[in-house]
């Protein structure tokens, strides 16, 4: 059975160029690039123009980027530099639905005295801006708050948060994994001090990120060790997977406008068809307001990891809009944030696209999923006629 796979937004395929000019840096040009000799200093000469790569694509400059293990790396190091180079300020701004990657290290530095604001959202998973302002205050060290979010795509107005930041003396970093690739970035026109990205979400290999740090921002390095990365990242460089990665970013550039008009296409045709077949769903976001390849819907009664396992069975590869897991009801933390009712919010998946996939993949979801849900509704025990007690619904029976 051939493989649909719409979970771009978890992992991409590695690219058929990425992996071909990856493959020498694991066989034969295996020298270290901080040796003396050439035969190491000729790789170091690759890592320079992979990190020229990762530059033109975000319109940085070179010694900007910084070369990482992945995104969570990228945004621990970012939080924890601010906090560092600003000792004196000891609160933190981010919001409510960011990926555990942010919002798992700040909840831990809360756990140490520092504060805490996490931001809400609309019932569209949309930032309001005043709530913003408020919560900027004199001894907030950094805002950090992500450019798109992973579950629904809903795009943040990260441009005015930086330069609200920058009026008001604090830091401003944003978690771009998931938009960079899919959205054009330009840092020379943007007031970001720092910006993260992950290499397996644009089609290099997993394991390689890098975080972006505006020249003049003030920095401590979160490993520390050798001179790696102008001693602002210690250790033994990736250096086949930072290959893949410049690379990547470069095609990313070739791609960007295939992003923006036939993804979406294929989204929106997507979305629309399975929205008129299949009675009680609702669109999870913003309408407009979202990257190009995600949509997440939720479909009433239903669980969606009962979903996800169906479509599974039918070579679909999808994920769920929610944290639930065996012994569990809880839902993901960004619905919850969102206001999603009980009844949806618990059936909810998330079909992310890229460039590899086609029509034939649409039409085959397309094809599979109503017959899914109806299967699935005619069982569950949560159908309309089957509603469970006020009392079921409740916060405290869902743990």
């Not at 066989?27 to 000729?42: A, E, V």
């Not at 950094?142 to 979010?149: D, E, F, G, I, L």
């Not at 003030?218 to 290959?243: C, D, M, W, Y």
């Amino acid at each position: 059975m051939s493989v649909v796979y719409l979970d771009n937004n978890a992992t991409s395929a590695v690219a058929p160029e990425v992996l071909e000019a990856m493959l020498p840096f694991l066989t034969g040009r295996y020298g270290n690039p901080s040796s003396m000799h050439s035969f190491g200093g000729d790789v170091a000469r690759d890592i320079r123009r992979a990190r020229e790569q990762v530059a033109a694509l975000l319109g940085a400059d070179p010694d900007e980027v910084i070369f990482t293990s992945c995104g969570t790396e990228s945004d621990s190091t970012a939080i924890h530099s601010a906090l560092e180079c600003n000792p004196s300020k000891r609160h933190i701004v981010t919001s409510r639905v960011e990926h555990p990657a942010v919002r798992s290290v700040c909840k831990w530095l809360a756990s140490k005295g520092f504060g805490l604001t996490e931001l809400s959202v609309n019932p569209q998973g949309m930032l309001d801006m005043a709530e913003m302002e408020q919560a900027i205050r004199p001894d907030t060290a950094v805002v950090s708050v992500m450019y798109a979010n992973n579950e629904t795509g809903v795009i943040f107005p990260v441009a005015r948060i930086a330069e609200l930041c920058r009026e008001r003396g604090v830091l401003f970093h944003t978690d771009a994994v998931q938009a960079v690739g899919k959205l054009p970035i330009d840092m020379k026109r943007n007031a970001f001090d720092m910006l993260s990205l992950s290499g397996h979400k644009l089609h290099a290999p997993k394991g390689v990120g890098a975080l972006i740090v505006r020249k003049g921002t003030k920095f401590t390095p979160f490993l520390q060790g050798g001179h790696q990365e102008r001693g602002r990242r210690a250790g033994t460089e990736n250096v086949a997977s930072i290959v893949g990665l410049g690379l990547a970013c470069e095609l990313a550039q070739r791609w960007i406008e295939d992003e923006k008009t036939r993804v979406p296409r294929l989204r929106d045709r997507l979305e629309k068809e399975l929205m008129a077949r299949i009675p009680d769903c609702r669109l999870n976001g913003h309408p407009t307001e979202r990257l190009p390849n995600t949509t997440n819907i939720s479909f009433e009664f239903v669980e969606g990891e009962a979903i996800l396992l169906l479509l599974n069975e039918a070579g679909v590869c999808a994920s769920s809009g929610s944290a639930c897991t065996s012994g569990s009801l809880e839902p993901s933390h960004v619905l919850r944030a969102m206001g999603v009712p009980f009844t949806f919010a618990h059936g909810s998946i998330r079909l992310s696209l890229s460039r590899y996939n086609s029509d034939a993949d649409v039409d085959c979801v397309i094809e599979k999923l109503p017959g899914i849900i109806q299967r699935l509704r005619a069982i569950s025990p949560f159908s309309r006629d089957r509603m469970p007690s006020p009392a079921m619904l409740s916060p405290e029976h869902s743990h």
